[in-house]
């Protein structure tokens, strides 16, 4: 089959490799028909090299129609249309039964002290092959590969893999109370869908972002929408009586603009050997915090910040004291996808389409674009804000 395959820092391959097999009864083969590049595959364009092996396969917001079942499989059948949720759970352990699929006992990597296992994520995650390709081998297929319509676009239901329950949780997760404010620190993908997330549940929704187009994604659905500016902590409190919005999102993450400091310290682990760069990564890595700095200033006092951006380091320098003095509450965690995707369904089969998952791909194209559109979405070139690819 073809897949996209890591080879180094920016440098990422198509390339013809062997199909996946059924290796325990509980799996599935799915043949890929859409499949679309996360604003976190971009950490592993950047950064985490050092976990990651040339020739690993990247991806993991697929979906497609199974083409292969174990002998242990029963919610699904060759033929059935399915979307693969990113995160590889079991469904029965502890957590998985407290909604805490990411953190599933079954498939946690404990030798790297990680959660659960992920498709095409670095050996912090599992060094699962992932789903931008041909093909993919679904591990615990009944659970992890969810049955949706055969009728309708891709769009529809792609974005069920990952960023759709992630903005989700994100706002839940920023205990926003009713009719109140919510901030939006980024408006890539998942900052898209958490503004529209919550102007659905009936909060006004003030969006921050330095691109434009972005910008004017997120307006379309009801955000008030700034560039981030120096002032904008001023600028947001300015717009909510003085105090900040009740709930921030963070949907930046780790490699936010703002953080020469930081920004050199993860160039410079960039360059060593990854027998060096593993452990400087693991002990004492350091993320770009501006955005999370950001919202935890501006958030209200006894407000809540909720991180959807993925973070990755061990020795990050957090405000500790405002934060304990503004009473400020933060939580945050890898997307548990299964808790959320029967609030999700009926909202994405809804004909009105209220929170527009066919209106966020901005570039589709074929697989064998990929390196190039990595490059154009690193760099926020062309009005990028979402890439599908179509195997």
């Given at each position: ?5 890591w080879q180094g ?17 509980t799996?599935?083969?799915?043949r ?13 364009y950047?950064?985490?090299?050092p976990?990651?092996?040339r020739g690993?396969i990247?991806?993991?917001?697929p ?5 292969e079942v ?12 399915v979307?693969?949720?990113?995160n590889?759970a079991c ?36 060094q699962?092959?992932?789903g ?15 049955k ?46 958490v503004?529209?997330v ?17 910008r ?10 700034w560039d ?6 001023d ?10 919005p009740?709930?921030?999102?963070d ?14 310290a ?8 990854d ?19 950001t919202?935890?200033?501006?958030v ?10 993925v ?18 509450s933060?939580r ?34 074929s697989?064998e ?11 926020k070139?062309?009005g ?8």
């Open positions: 089959m073809r897949a996209l395959t820092k920016r440098n990422v391959h198509v390339e013809t490799v062997p199909d996946p097999k059924i290796v325990d009864p799996d599935a083969i799915v890929i028909t859409s499949t679309a590049i996360c604003g976190s595959d971009l950490h592993l950047e950064l985490f090299g976990f990651l092996d690993d990247l991806g993991h917001e979906m497609g129609i199974v083409e174990g002998s242990d499989v029963r919610n699904i059948a060759v033929g059935d249309r979307v693969v949720t990113f590889i469904g029965h352990c502890y957590m998985c039964r407290r909604g805490l699929q990411s953190q599933c006992e079954t498939t946690q990597v404990r030798d790297q002290g990680s959660g659960a296992s992920l498709f095409g994520y670095t050996k912090l995650y599992g699962v092959p992932g931008q390709a041909e093909l993919l081998r679904v591990p615990l297929a009944d659970y992890n590969a969810v949706v319509s055969p009728e309708g676009p891709d769009d529809r239901y792609l974005f069920l893999s990952d960023i759709l329950p992630t903005a989700w949780q994100g706002v839940k997760y920023a205990n926003v109370p009713d009719g109140g404010t919510l901030g939006v620190l980024g408006l890539g993908p998942v900052g898209q869908f503004a529209r919550g102007t659905h549940l009936g909060y006004r929704v003030l969006a921050v972002d330095p691109v434009p187009e972005r004017e994604l997120a307006a379309r659905y009801g955000a008030e929408v981030l500016d120096d002032d904008i902590v600028v947001l409190r300015d717009q909510t009586e003085g105090r900040g009740d709930s921030v999102v949907a930046v993450g780790m490699e936010a603009h703002g953080s020469p400091g930081a920004g050199f993860q160039a410079v682990v960039g360059i060593l050997p027998a060096l760069a593993r452990p400087a990564m693991d002990k004492a890595g350091i993320d770009r915090l501006a955005a999370l700095h919202a935890l200033d501006v209200r006092r006894g407000g809540t910040v909720s991180l959807s951006g973070y990755g380091g061990e020795a990050d320098v957090m405000p500790m004291k405002s934060m304990f003095d503004k009473q400020v933060l945050m965690g890898q997307c548990n996808v299964r808790s959320w995707i029967d609030d999700l369904l009926p909202l994405v089969e809804d004909s009105r389409d209220p929170l527009g998952v066919l209106d966020l791909t901005t570039h589709r194209v697989l674009e990929a390196p190039a559109m990595y490059d154009v979405f690193q760099k070139e062309d990028c804000i979402k890439v599908v690819l179509t195997p």
